[in-house]
């Protein structure tokens, strides 16, 4: 893979986490978002439910709990440098909503099908349960 076939503007088609046997679709059936990667190697991610309610106050400083924990399940963003090794993107996160990723290198598997880019998050162990994800981005 060359940086010329990743770079530019993509659009969130869909994301699917799969814990263990079971597939889940964190940001609902028709998800939105954007991956942009850039030529001097910025790359930034944004992901989100369609479905978001607005916060009641206006305010998202002054939101309820409730309304803060469900913005924050509903929206995950990150942003930082990319290295291309072999068929893998690594993201190595300067900044991200979800705070354990800050710092830490985001390692993607990719391929292409259909003009459109598929990521594939490595593997990691939650509680004994194996979680992967796979998303799928178009131009």
């Given at each position: 893979m060359k940086q010329s076939d990743i770079l530019g503007l993509w659009n969130l088609v869909s994301?699917?986490?799969h814990r263990g046997p079971d597939d889940h679709l964190?940001?609902?059936?028709?998800?939105?978002g954007c991956l942009i990667y850039t030529a001097d190697?910025?790359?930034s991610a944004q992901l989100?439910?369609?479905d978001r309610p607005e916060m009641t106050t206006?305010?998202?400083?002054?939101g309820s709990d409730e309304e803060c924990a469900a913005a924050m399940r509903s929206y995950l963003?990150?942003?930082?440098t990319y290295e291309i090794h072999g068929d893998?993107?690594?993201?190595?996160?300067?900044?991200a909503?979800?705070?354990n990723w800050t710092g830490q290198r985001q390692v993607r598997r990719v391929t292409f099908e259909d003009g459109r880019i598929v990521l594939s998050a490595a593997p990691r162990v939650v509680n004994g349960v194996s979680i992967t994800a796979t998303l799928t981005w178009e131009r």
């Open positions: 994301w699917i986490q964190p940001m609902g059936e028709t998800p939105t190697g910025q790359m989100m439910r369609r206006g305010d998202f400083v002054t963003a990150y942003c930082g893998e993107v690594h993201h190595i996160v300067r900044m909503s979800y705070p």
